[in-house]
T-cell receptor
């Protein structure tokens, strides 16, 4: 069973479109995250949710809106996609906030043309 | 502002050799230092982690060395194998507050036969 699963794995779309990425974890963790990995492999935190509550919102355009319907799910909706949004987006979860291991999904490669 | 600096950016090691990746941090409040391994098309996976109360931690061929006074830590891979070829990330976080894991920029390791 996949611990952190995200869909779709690949997403190709045109500029200006709106798209969503879904994430689910079956580990019973309280905290979920979205990270963005750019073409140079740099991993940058975007959002963090703890028990469905937004904890961290880094400097991310407000075209990006996370939604957590329950503790096991954290979806990412992106409006008005731009070329610069092309990246790999990783969902992750951890047992709690702070110094605990992160469990990552396998990523969604978003390509905006 | 990069809180965790990782070097080298890329590393080529012969099979059977020792791979060494270094990281330096700035925030003395960090108290958790994990290393993640990422294969192409996959999410990062926790490899090994250390807390500042010990100077070294070993798991199989992987060892973390930690120098609190110098604010540095490193990953040593003994008897490097082609299957170790991946991107390695150091990271740091603190137990208090809502600070997520902060990642280094990654090291692409290639182990050649």
């Amino acid at each position: 069973d996949t611990a952190v699963s995200q869909t779709p794995k690949y997403l190709v779309t045109q500029m200006g479109n709106d798209k969503s990425i879904k994430c689910e974890q079956n580990l019973g963790h309280d905290t979920m995250y979205w990270y963005k990995q750019d073409s140079k492999k740099f991993l940058k935190i975007m959002f963090s949710y703890n028990n469905k509550e937004l904890i961290i919102n880094e400097t991310v355009p407000n075209r990006f809106s996370p939604k957590s319907p329950d503790k096991a799910h954290l979806n990412l909706h992106i409006n008005s996609l731009e070329l610069g949004d092309s990246a790999v987006y990783f969902c992750a979860s951890s047992q709690r906030q702070g110094s605990t291991p992160l469990h990552f999904g396998n990523g969604t490669r978003l390509t905006v043309t | 502002q990069q809180q965790v600096k990782q070097s080298p950016q890329s590393l080529i090691v012969q099979k059977g050799g020792i791979s060494i990746i270094n990281c330096a941090y700035e925030n003395t409040a960090f108290d958790y230092f994990p290393w993640y391994q990422q294969f192409p098309g996959k999410g990062p996976a926790l490899l090994i982690a250390i807390r500042p109360d010990v100077s070294e931690k070993k798991e199989g061929r992987f060892t973390i060395s930690f120098n609190k006074s110098a604010k540095q830590f490193s990953l040593h891979i003994m008897d490097s194998q082609p299957g170790d070829s991946a991107t390695y990330f150091c990271a740091a976080s603190m137990s208090s507050g809502n600070t997520p894991l902060v990642f280094g920029k990654g090291t692409r390791l290639s182990v050649i036969a």
